[in-house]
Every structure is written in structure tokens, then in C-alpha cells.
């Protein structure tokens, strides 16, 4: 049973940045892929990234690629998501999330992640 713990969120104006943080407990990543979802109001959840924990590799979604960056530290079982030049736009609840990585097409779907955070508010004031 993995749990995870974000932290990192605040208030930002735009064009600046934040580090969000997601430590992992309870198992080991080997086979999972890592992502970060964000839910505005009013909207359904969104992939933002993926990270497959094995091999580093990662994916994003266009509109935060170039601008985000997912990491991972093997040895604090964190993963982390580094955003600038944020935009108002990027204002949401950013939630970290482990699936098993037989589900790699599957990967920017959250129904198919089994294990998510408790989420952390993300806010960019114009």
C-alpha cells in the first residue's frame, strides 16, 4: 500500500515559480509510474505529467511542456514537479498519483491511478 504526501502549493503571480513535492511511503516505486493531475473549478481532473519510475523517462501534457519538469530522488522516494512561468490559467489543485506501470498506455488517465495525495492548492494571481 503506497501513500503519498504532497506539499509545495501557494500563491504565485504569474510568471513565477514553485516546487511541489510528493513523498512516497509504504512500497517501492519499481513499477510504477508517478504523475501529477490538477482539477480546476469547475473542471474535471487533468494530467499534467508522468514520470516512470524505473527509468526516468517522462511525459507531459502540451500545456505545460517547456515549463514543467518532472524529477524524481530514488533515494528520498520523492518526486517532485518543478513549474515556471506559471499563468493564472495553471491555478488548481495539483494531486501526485502511482500506477502500475502494466498500464503505461493508459498513463494520462487517472481512473487508471490507484494511489493519490491528498492534494495541494496551486494559485497564480494575474
Known amino acids: 500500500q503506497v501513500q503519498l504526501v504532497e506539499s509545495g502549493g501557494g500563491l504565485v503571480q504569474a510568471g513565477g515559480s514553485l516546487r511541489l513535492s510528493c513523498v512516497a511511503s509504504?512500497?517501492?516505486?519499481?513499477?510504477?509510474?508517478m504523475a501529477w493531475f490538477r482539477q480546476a473549478p469547475g473542471k474535471e481532473r487533468a494530467f499534467v505529467a508522468a514520470?516512470?519510475?524505473?527509468?526516468?523517462?517522462?511525459l507531459y501534457a502540451d500545456s505545460v511542456k517547456g515549463r514543467f519538469t518532472i524529477s524524481r530522488d530514488q533515494d528520498k522516494n520523492t518526486v517532485y514537479l518543478q513549474m515556471n512561468n506559471l499563468k493564472p490559467e495553471d491555478t488548481a489543485v495539483y494531486s501526485c498519483?502511482?500506477?502500475?506501470?502494466?498500464?503505461?498506455?493508459?498513463?494520462?488517465?487517472?481512473?487508471?491511478?490507484?494511489?493519490w495525495g491528498q492534494g495541494t492548492q496551486v494559485t497564480v494571481s494575474s
Open positions: 514520470l516512470l519510475w524505473s527509468t526516468g523517462m517522462t
Open positions: 498519483a502511482a500506477m502500475n506501470s502494466a498500464y503505461a498506455p493508459m498513463v494520462r488517465a487517472a481512473d487508471r491511478y490507484n494511489y
Open positions: 509504504g512500497g517501492t516505486l519499481r513499477s510504477y509510474y
